[in-house]
T-cell receptor, first 113, second 116 residues
Framework: NAGVTQTPKFRILKIGQSMTLQCAQD?????MYWYRQDPGMGLKLIYY???????DKGEVPNGYNVSRSTTEDFPLRLELAAPSQTSVYFC????????????FGAGSRLTVL | AQTVTQSQPEMSVQEAETVTLSCTYD???????LFWYKQPPSRQMILVIR??????QNATENRFSVNFQKAAKSFSLKISDSQLGDAAMYFC?????????????FGTGTRLQVTL
């Protein structure tokens, strides 16, 4: 079981560059989420999706974009990277809502210099 | 909006002792779920325990148990017989019921140190 796979694990960007963090799950989960974790802090929701073709903003969406063309994939796009986007990014998914547990990817550490 | 508060940035416990991590939350919903996640240095988020708000009985998973006080909106985690492998960041999290896309809201975390 691969679960939730995130790539890359580490990346260094220069200010103004763009990149896409990839997230794929093989569990046929409907719900997918992107979180960011700043040093010493909890996770904050960037974007989420309740199914293919449906996405919505979370708590901190500025500077990011997402798409959900398939059930399996939920890429996060960073446009015009800024130092404030230096963080660890987590993708997560769940089959259903409520008590269903989120399965997290291993995280992607992004540094913007 | 729901908020989750963890007022203890750091806690320390001796091996084999018991420690309690605090969590409070604010919500107007009646149907919701509460979780404790563990994050070791590997960064992987690992579910420790979960509690359904409609259940009065406190959840238990081996050495981990919760004290869920719905009226007080409190959800503390008790770790018994602490082990070195319990050292990690612990996050309390809230998830709403159906119809809310069930976004998980996290607290800021408590770093647990386990000493010999």
């Amino acid at each position: 079981n691969a679960g939730v796979t995130q790539t890359p694990k580490f990346r260094i960007l220069k200010i103004g560059q763009s990149m896409t963090l990839q997230c794929a799950q093989d569990m046929n989960h409907n719900y997918m989420y992107w979180y960011r974790q700043d040093p010493g802090m909890g996770l904050k929701l960037i974007y989420y999706s309740v199914g293919a073709g449906i996405t919505d903003k979370g708590e901190v969406p500025n500077g990011y974009n997402v798409s959900r063309s398939t059930t399996e994939d939920f890429p996060l796009r960073l446009e015009l990277a800024a130092p404030s986007q230096t963080s660890v990014y987590f993708c997560a998914s769940s089959k259903l809502v409520g008590a269903n547990v989120l399965t997290f990817g291993a995280g992607s550490r992004l540094t913007v210099l | 909006a729901q908020t989750v508060t963890q007022s203890q940035p750091e806690m320390s416990v001796q091996e084999a002792e018991t420690v309690t991590l605090s969590c409070t939350y604010d919500t107007s919903e009646s149907d919701y779920y509460l979780f404790w996640y563990k994050q070791p240095p590997s960064r992987q988020m690992i579910l420790v325990i979960r509690q359904e708000a409609y259940k009065q009985q406190n959840a238990t998973e081996n050495r981990f148990s919760v004290n869920f006080q719905k009226a007080a909106k409190s959800f503390s985690l008790k770790i018994s017989d602490s082990q070195l492998g319990d050292a990690a960041m612990y996050f309390c999290a809230y998830r709403g019921g159906t119809g809310t896309a069930s976004k998980l809201t996290f607290g800021t975390g408590t770093r647990l140190q386990v000493t010999l």
